[in-house]
């Protein structure tokens, strides 16, 4: 089993900042690695898939890149609704999920 | 609009079977994969299986195999999951969540989550 280690696990930044968060793998994933954002008593919302695309409807303000075993979200001029649980996923063998980054107001 | 459509709340007791469903709305059922995945109180998510509802093909994860079943009935558009014999363990939001394909084709990542059902096990 592919295992993601998210660091850090807590995040704590202003409206306004750059969120920068991590995505390891164990093994290499080449590219086939996504981002959701959790709100609390909400589902996930896909972010981010295949590393660094974004699906229609999603900010500019999120971007993805890595490839391989390292991966990054990063949140450029963090909004009010930016703070909630971020999770990494990959699919280059099955899938499994990271546990999570959660972004905090400072 | 896309929808995957769940139950809010089971209540059971351990020992006792559960089947919950996810209603699908808004695209052709048959052309993608249905994913489930779990969420047990204030933790992280955890992938289940998924299942394809045209040949309700189905890829289980090595963790959950064995502890409940995916199934599909194409003609009402619904996935399902299913237990057998609940235990307090099983308490968790479950998920059902349409996959995209990725950049090779392949069904990927969940692009549409239905809003989860909250399954209660508790004696």
């Known amino acids: 089993e592919i295992v993601l280690t998210q660091s850090p696990a807590t995040l704590v930044l202003s409206p306004g900042e750059r969120a920068t968060l991590s995505c390891r793998a164990s093994e290499s994933v080449s590219k086939y690695l996504a981002w959701y954002q959790q709100k609390p008593g909400q589902a996930p919302r896909l972010l981010i898939y295949?590393?660094?695309t974004r699906p229609t409807g999603i900010p500019a303000r999120f971007s993805g890149s890595g490839s391989g075993t390292d991966f990054t979200l990063t949140i450029s001029n963090l909004e009010p609704e930016d703070f909630a649980v971020y999770f990494c996923?990959?699919?280059?063998?099955?899938?499994?999920f990271g546990q999570g980054t959660k972004v905090e107001i400072k | 609009e896309v929808q995957l459509v769940q139950a809010g709340v089971e209540v059971k007791k351990p020992g006792e079977s559960l089947k919950i469903s996810c209603q699908a709305s808004?695209?052709?059922?048959?052309?993608?994969?249905i994913g489930w995945v779990r969420q047990m109180p204030g933790k992280g998510l955890e992938w289940m299986g998924n299942?394809?509802?045209?040949?309700?093909?189905?890829r289980n994860s090595p963790s959950f195999h064995g502890q409940v079943t995916i199934s599909a009935d194409k003609s009402i558009r619904t996935a399902y999951l299913q237990w057998s014999t609940l235990k307090a363990s099983d308490t968790a939001v479950y998920y059902c969540?349409?996959?995209?394909?990725?950049?090779?084709?392949?069904?990927?990542?969940?692009?549409?989550w239905g809003q989860g059902t909250l399954v209660i096990v508790s004696s």
């Open positions: 295949d590393a660094s």
């Open positions: 996923q990959q699919r280059a063998n099955l899938w499994t």
């Open positions: 808004g695209y052709s059922f048959t052309e993608y994969w």
């Open positions: 299942i394809y509802p045209d040949d309700s093909e189905t």
């Open positions: 969540a349409r996959l995209i394909y990725g950049a090779l084709g392949n069904p990927d990542y969940f692009d549409v």
